[in-house]
Structure formats: structure tokens, C-alpha cells
């Protein structure tokens, strides 16, 4: 499946990873990122940053 998201030229958010991995999308490694941070890949703009959050259950 992540071969093919690198054939299609796939955008999305690429969150903290290991290097290792290899290109996830398009030619893009994942990194290692602080809590609640990732990176946005696109065709068109490259890459932008993203913050997440995360709500508690209850």
C-alpha cells in the first residue's frame, strides 16, 4: 500500500517516524517530531507544517 501512495504521487499528513522507513509520500521520510506535530505533503505547495491535538475520552 505505501508503494502505491508514492506511484500515485499521494498527499497527506506525514507524522513523526523513523527515517528508516524510506519515502512514504512522494519523496518525503518521515522525521522525528515533537508531541502534537506533523508535516502536510502536497503536490502543489511541498510541505507545511501541521500541529494536531489530542482531547482526553470523557
Do not use: H, Y
Not at 500500500?1 to 527515517?19: F, H, W
Request: hydrophobic letters at 40%; a positive charge.
Amino acid at each position: 500500500m505505501i508503494q502505491r501512495t508514492v506511484e500515485l504521487g499521494a498527499q497527506g499528513p506525514l507524522l513523526s517516524g523513523d527515517a528508516a522507513e524510506g519515502p512514504l509520500i512522494g519523496n518525503q521520510r518521515a522525521m522525528r517530531l515533537p508531541p502534537g506535530r506533523a508535516r502536510f505533503i502536497t503536490r502543489k505547495r511541498g510541505v507545511g507544517p501541521v500541529r494536531t491535538a489530542w482531547v482526553p475520552p470523557g
